[in-house]
């Protein structure tokens, strides 16, 4: 059974930066691509950022490409989402799904930028 549990959210300021974790389990992790998506409210989730399984090849929407980084450690089962130079817009629920997978989501971390 896929568990995701994601953590690492929080209040900051306009131009702060903040470091999501996500951890994996009931998957064989290092054979996964993963992503993050998030949910702002009244709107749809989103996609953010995905990573391959072994970390090289990324990708990112275009609203956060340049601001955002992912990364993973496979040792871990742990994805990791950078966000630097945060925007008000950037407030929302912050999730990690396994790629191709649509159906296991974790419970979600707050983000909330806000002077």
């Known amino acids: 059974q896929v568990h995701l549990e994601e953590s690492g959210g929080g209040l900051v300021q306009p131009g702060g930066s903040l470091r999501l974790s996500c951890v994996g389990s009931g998957f064989t992790f290092s054979e996964k691509g993963m992503k993050w998506y998030r949910q702002a409210p009244g709107q749809e989730r989103e996609f953010v950022a995905t990573?391959?399984?072994?970390?090289?090849?990324?990708n990112f929407s275009g609203s956060v490409r340049g601001r955002f980084s992912i990364s993973r450690d496979n040792s871990q089962n742990t994805v990791y989402l950078q966000m630097t130079n945060l925007k008000p817009e950037d407030t929302a629920v912050y999730y990690c799904?396994?790629?191709?997978?649509?159906?296991?989501w974790g419970q979600g971390t707050q983000v909330t930028v806000s002077s």
């Open positions: 799904g396994v790629r191709g997978d649509d159906d296991n």
């Open positions: 990573i391959s399984a072994h970390g090289d090849f990324v």
